[in-house]
């Protein structure tokens, strides 16, 4: 990467300057994805105020932005699957329990649309993090709450770099009920700390005055704080109570490389282009009329047929008008702008090419190829990026399965080891159709029975018997009424033939 990209983190007038890159590239990215991207735009593109002979107000009217970071991350997204658990295995005894206790926890942390923020957060913001509890000690089905990934303030690992330790800090406000007078007071914002270890999560936060509301401080004016341990479930001793998902992590690094921030320059160089072209059209789209060395004695009011009447100006020495002629001269585009058409394709290109989607170039250009190889061969990088994505996920939820299959006393160590979901067979998105058609074909080669199909979905064995008995009764249904109505036919011709045999009318 060229040491001058993501000149934003240099900028002396950052937006962000006093922040980490890691966090001022989550909140750069956040800011070009909401469309907050002016301040950005003009920290890359231009030195200082003193250099600008227009003002911000004047300089947004003639800003253009398409939102390339939103658009390439929300196509990316929309190519990643949704994933499905694995087929459940074990003793006949538990494992419709398994089916259905997976399937409620599916419904219950709202997975399907889960999914498709983690992909989202991946390349926005490189770590997905989810905070899993129970809602009392009795439950038995967790919840997951997503957290925000730049309140992960640090990661602390051990002597073999494993997590450690996880600190989450966030800001809040707290209402205190004062039980002498009945009022309810809102405390100022303060920071709340989280530390996620193995096992238990220590809570730390100023005390409050019950009755005003302010935060207490000792003699040297110290906030006193209150710290406060929670710890796992029996089943979770030995685990986070945190999932932490990374997109794509070194050994040894605490956060994972945060793919859209490689986004960000390209996008604004896009804005930069856009933005010229629209000034280039609004200045030059029309023509502009000049007279040098003359004036206007008439016309001159643009309409179609109109004619411009120009004298020469006399000099001011009162000197001949022979070395003297008015001139009229319009400016205008008298030209395609190619150019800036090329550059404008040539860096929305590289920024798909980045993304690892494939760009419209390209795709107009095999658009006309009925050979699925070719396009198995441009979205290859793309696989391996979702591929990528996919792992991560599966072996970041192992635990969590495991935890809720102990506290159900439903876990067989003999079939539950590493278990999570499954790596789809099309890594890339396909439609409800393709699936459909997938399915239809494993099951006519024998590689698949309808029964599977149905366990993987989450279908008891008593469903699944109801299915295929029903499906049965509706086949024979069919084939009864086919029978009767092609021996209908039969009898009909039959009376026919034998009218005409006689000379009758049919």
């Known amino acids: 990467m060229s040491i001058y990209l993501n000149t934003y983190k240099n900028t002396l007038n950052s ?6 890159d890691r966090i001022c590239a989550i909140k750069t990215i956040s800011d ?3 469309g907050n991207s002016f301040e950005h735009y003009k920290n890359k593109w231009y030195m200082s105020d003193a250099d600008l002979t227009i003002t911000d107000e004047q300089m947004k009217k003639l800003y253009v932005t398409f939102n390339f970071m939103d658009k390439c991350i929300k196509k990316f997204v929309s190519y990643c699957p949704n994933l499905d658990l694995k087929e459940i295995e074990g003793s006949k005894s538990k494992q419709d329990k398994k089916r259905q206790l997976l399937k409620k926890l599916m419904t219950n942390i709202g997975w399907e649309t889960l999914n498709d923020q983690i992909y989202d957060i991946l390349e926005s913001k490189g770590d997905c993090f989810f905070y899993k509890y129970y809602e009392s000690k009795e439950s038995t089905i967790p919840n997951l709450k997503l957290l925000n990934s730049e309140n992960i303030t640090k990661i602390l690992l051990d002597e073999f770099d494993k997590p450690q330790a996880y600190i989450y800090k966030e800001w809040k406000t707290k209402e205190i009920l004062n039980y002498q007078t009945g009022d309810i007071f809102n405390t100022k914002q303060y920071e709340k700390i989280w530390i996620f270890e193995k096992g238990k999560i220590t809570i730390i936060e100023p005390l409050f005055d019950t009755t005003t509301g302010e935060i207490i401080v000792d003699d040297k004016g110290n906030t006193k704080l209150e710290k406060s341990t929670v710890m796992n479930s029996i089943e979770d001793t030995q ?14 690094e605490k956060f994972s490389i945060i793919p859209a921030d490689d986004y960000i320059d390209k996008c604004l160089h896009l804005d930069q282009i856009t933005s010229d072209l629209r000034a280039t059209n609004r200045q030059l789209g029309f023509p502009k009329w000049v007279i040098i060395d003359g004036k206007f004695t008439k016309g001159g009011n643009g309409t179609i047929g109109s004619i411009l009447y120009a004298e020469t100006k006399p000099a001011e020495d009162n000197s001949s008008y022979s070395d003297r002629q008015a ?6 585009i008298n030209n395609n702008l190619k150019s800036i058409f090329d550059e404008f394709q040539t860096v ?9 989607i494939t760009s419209p170039s390209l795709l107009k250009t095999v658009g006309s190829s009925d050979s699925s190889k070719v ?23 192992k635990p969590f399965f495991k935890n809720v299959l102990k506290r159900n006393g439903l876990y067989e160590e003999k079939y539950d080891v590493g278990y999570s979901f499954k790596k789809p067979v099309h890594i890339i998105k396909v439609s409800p159709y393709d699936k459909a058609l997938y399915e239809q074909l494993i099951i006519s080669n024998g590689t698949a029975t309808i029964q599977s199909l149905l366990r993987e979905r989450g279908y008891s064995e008593e469903q699944i018997d109801r299915y295929i008995k029903e499906t049965q009764e509706e086949l024979l249904s ?8 092609k021996d209908k036919n039969v009898n009909n011709n039959e009376e026919e033939i034998d009218k005409v045999e006689k000379g009758g009318k049919v």
């Open 239 to 252: 685990d986070f109570a945190i999932i932490h998902i990374p997109s794509f992590k070194k050994n040894g």
């Open 478 to 485: 069919k084939n009864k009424e086919f029978s009767i109505n």
């Open 348 to 356: 929305r290109d590289d920024l798909y090419d980045t993304v690892g």
């Open 327 to 332: 001139k009229i001269l319009d400016f205008q």
């Open 375 to 397: 396009f198995q061969q441009l979205n290859s990088r793309m696989e391996q990026k979702i591929e990528m994505y996919i792992n991560n996920i599966v072996e970041a939820f």
């Open 32 to 34: 070009l994805r909401n």
């Open 15 to 20: 937006k962000y300057e006093t922040e980490s």
